[in-house]
């Protein structure tokens, strides 16, 4: 989405500005009170400085691994959730090193399509280059140094024949 027109409205006799975004591949037009605007998440494009952090974010160290799947999911869960650029760059370098480009479950799938695609976007005005390439950027980024993982047969329990 982006931010169209800024137009001033007089309800109940009270001027309040209004961010009116758009997104035309969707025909979609929404109008937002600005002093709502950051509440739901509306913000300033990232700067320079902030791609940098993402970028320096994705070449960091990978968190210790979790004990558990639940807990992998629910942490990751709860860093997309604070709405941070880096939150998200730490869970997209992390279930890409942990599961490569095809994550799995469909939980990491949706966890990491979600990360990959606000951060891609993001980038992709930030720097003025097209989405698919800042997402390959992201993607190299979280695995510079790193091997792909190999994804693992699933093994299927055999029964024995039974003696009839």
């Known amino acids: 989405m982006r931010i169209s027109a800024v137009v001033?409205?007089?309800?109940?006799?009270?001027?309040?500005d209004y961010l009116e975004l758009e997104q035309p591949e969707h025909d979609l037009h929404v109008s937002v009170p600005m002093p709502s605007a950051e509440t739901i998440g509306i913000r300033a494009v990232m700067t320079r400085d902030q791609v940098d952090e993402v970028i320096a974010v994705l070449h960091g160290d990978s968190l210790?691994?979790?004990?558990?799947?639940?807990?992998?999911?629910?942490?990751?869960?709860?860093?997309?959730?604070?709405?941070?650029?880096?939150?998200?760059?730490v869970v997209m370098r992390e279930i890409l090193r942990h599961s490569g480009h095809n994550a799995s479950g469909t939980a990491e799938r949706e966890l990491l399509r979600s990360a990959r695609e606000v951060l891609s976007s993001e980038l992709s005005v930030a720097l003025g280059i097209p989405e698919d390439e800042a997402g390959a950027m992201l993607e190299d980024a979280a695995m510079d140094g790193h091997e792909v993982p190999v994804p693992r047969p699933r093994s299927h329990r055999r029964t024995a024949p039974t003696a009839a």
């Open 8 to 16: 001033t409205r007089t309800i109940r006799g009270r001027a309040i």
């Open 64 to 89: 210790p691994p979790e004990s558990g799947w639940s807990r992998r999911i629910k942490d990751y869960g709860m860093r997309l959730q604070t709405g941070l650029a880096t939150e998200r760059a």
